[in-house]
């Protein structure tokens, strides 16, 4: 089976935004923007106008993770800026955690359910089957280049458990190289993540088709 693969466009150069963007473009289907708020993630990280700008210079699918509080108070303004795909944190939506799923569907938008490494799929077990994907974090959340957390790739298995749905995506992200991704696609992931691995390698095509296999 083929792996989505979505480059973190947090380890481009965002001086040379667009450029690092059509280093990976031609390998791809997917990209991963990582927006983060200062308070749900100790880092900034982008927001809405450069989601816009990157819009503007691809056609690939924008996988956009939110790592904010108050997720649904911006899913208008990430979707009028182009995201296909909405992915929040069940950590920051907390009692609204339904109502972020229906707002995110109402505007035709695939869906996205995020945990951290410290909470249990346990938290997530009634939105799986409401979701288009599930995001499983190996790092904590907040910055590229951390050491890969193997024991929270065990969720894999947990998640496809109370998953009734053959096409729900599984991604991994955090710490992910060819060596880790390994551990997760056999573990039945379907989609992986990589910032450092992908932006920092010498050969970047060669990086991207080692994460399929
Ligand atoms: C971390 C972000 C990741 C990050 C991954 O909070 O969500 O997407 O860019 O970076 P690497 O692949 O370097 O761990
Ligand atoms: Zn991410």
């Not at 935004?17 to 927006?35: C, Q, S, T």
Request: proline share 4%.
């Amino acid at each position: 089976m083929s792996i989505i693969i979505s480059p973190s466009i947090l380890s481009a150069d965002f001086a040379n935004l667009e450029a690092d963007i059509k280093r990976v473009e031609p390998f791809v289907p997917w990209l991963h923007i990582d927006v983060m708020d200062g308070h749900f993630v100790p880092n900034i990280s982008i927001g809405v106008p450069v989601l816009k700008s990157v819009r503007k210079c691809t056609n690939l699918f924008l996988d956009t993770h939110l790592m904010i509080e108050n997720p649904i108070k911006y899913v208008d303004a990430f979707c009028d800026a182009g995201a296909d795909l909405i992915t929040f944190h069940v950590e920051a939506s907390k009692d609204e955690t339904l109502k972020t799923i229906e707002k995110i569907k109402s505007r035709n938008k695939k869906v996205g359910i995020s945990i951290k490494p410290k909470t249990s799929v346990e938290e997530i077990k009634d939105y799986i089957n409401l979701v288009d994907m599930v995001l499983i974090m190996t790092v904590e959340p907040g910055f590229g280049g951390q050491k890969f957390m193997e024991d929270c790739a065990q969720k894999i298995k947990e998640v496809k458990k109370y998953s009734k749905n053959e096409d729900l995506i599984i991604q991994i992200d955090g710490g992910i190289n060819d060596m880790t991704g390994k551990i997760c696609t056999d573990l039945g992931a379907n989609s992986l993540v990589a910032g450092s691995y992908i932006y920092n390698a010498s050969d970047i095509e060669k990086a991207i088709k080692s994460l399929d296999k």
